[in-house]
């Protein structure tokens, strides 16, 4: 799965996947990301239980709502 960082304003980035925009905060994704940039998304299962809880974490940070509608 890829993004593409359009744009960034301010704290957050405004990322494209497939026909969908995302505002993501920019500290939850990798330093130094410029307009353009790709990120591939992708889990291991070594890396399952930091991703739950950096996931947690974000959520907590940023009171994401349960259920988004699209």
């Known amino acids: ?5 359009d744009r960034i304003e301010g ?3 405004v990322v494209l996947f497939n026909e969908l925009t995302f505002e993501v ?6 330093p130094g990301l410029v307009e353009g ?3 591939t998304l992708g889990v291991e299962a070594r890396d399952t239980q930091a991703a739950a809880e950096r996931m ?3 959520a907590a940070q940023h009171a994401l ?3 988004i509608d699209l």
């Open 1 to 5: 799965m890829s993004w593409i960082v």
């Open 11 to 13: 704290d957050l980035a």
């Open 25 to 30: 905060p920019v500290a939850a994704l990798p």
């Open 37 to 39: 940039s790709r990120l």
């Open 56 to 58: 947690a974490r974000l």
């Open 65 to 67: 709502p349960d259920v």
